[in-house]
Structure formats: structure tokens, C-alpha cells
């Protein structure tokens, strides 16, 4: 995904990201662009989270 970005591209796009957004809200944004790619990732695979929460609670009732 990155073969064509070196090091010094990458560093370039952090110091824009880090300047636009501030280093207060950017483990924020890191933290909520992991959770956007596992979800992704979830949802290719065919795992539904809402359908397993509410499978559980109709075997539970």
C-alpha cells in the first residue's frame, strides 16, 4: 500500500497531519482510524457484531 512512499513522504504527510489537527486530538483520530479498519476488516469477512450481540441474547432469554 505504501511501496511508492519513502520515509521522508511519510514524515512530510505526519508533520500536515500533526499541524492541521493538533497533537492533542491525534491519538484520537489514531485510535478511531484503527477501530474504522478493524470494522472494515470485520465486515469483509462476514462477521456482524449486532447480529452476534443479539444472537447471544436470544439464546440467553
Not at 8 to 22: D, K, R, S, T, W
Request: charged share 25%.
Amino acid at each position: 500500500m505504501f511501496g511508492s512512499l519513502g520515509l521522508p513522504e511519510l514524515l512530510i504527510i505526519f508533520a500536515i497531519v500533526l499541524v492541521v489537527f493538533g497533537a492533542s486530538r491525534l491519538p484520537h483520530l489514531g485510535k478511531g482510524l484503527g477501530e474504522g479498519i478493524a470494522n472494515f476488516r470485520d465486515g469483509l469477512r462476514g462477521r456482524d457484531e449486532k447480529k452476534t450481540i443479539e444472537g447471544e441474547k436470544k439464546t440467553n432469554a
